[in-house]
């Protein structure tokens, strides 16, 4: 089983940049697709993210299209995220995690387990 650890969070002002990292422990992590997940307060939890395991393969939320950029380093079990021109809408905490599934299907999918997640917040 993957243990993932978010970092990289902090307060910046809109229009900022920011990048999350995501550490993960386990053999298996360079065959998963990783994805980063959002959470805000009073809502559920979305998908922002995936890259496939070669790192070949991204997807995006539309609303993070062309801003956010996600990444990863097999050889250092790491994924990263990559976000500029942040608003407050972005507010929220922010999860990594990964199955065997594809760039495009990883959003619905049910993870078993969560990180605590680093939080971002931007201020108007």
């Known amino acids: 089983q993957v243990q993932l650890v978010e970092s990289g969070g902090g307060l910046v002002q809109a229009g900022g940049s920011l990048r999350l990292s995501c550490a993960a422990s386990?053999?298996?992590?360079?065959?998963?697709?990783m994805g980063w997940f959002r959470q805000a307060p009073g809502k559920e939890r979305e998908f922002v993210a995936a890259?496939?395991?070669?790192?070949?393969?991204?997807n995006y939320a539309d609303s993070v299209k062309g801003r956010f950029i996600i990444s990863r380093d097999n050889a250092k079990n790491m994924v990263y995220l990559q976000m500029n021109n942040l608003n407050v809408d972005d507010t929220a905490v922010y999860y990594c995690?990964?199955?065997?599934?594809?760039?495009?299907?990883?959003?619905?999918?049910?993870?078993?387990?969560w990180g605590q997640g680093t939080q971002v917040t931007v201020s108007s």
């Open positions: 890259v496939s395991w070669r790192g070949d393969s991204t």
């Open positions: 386990g053999r298996t992590f360079s065959m998963l697709t």
């Open positions: 995690n990964g199955g065997i599934t594809s760039v495009q299907t990883i959003g619905v999918l049910r993870f078993g387990s």
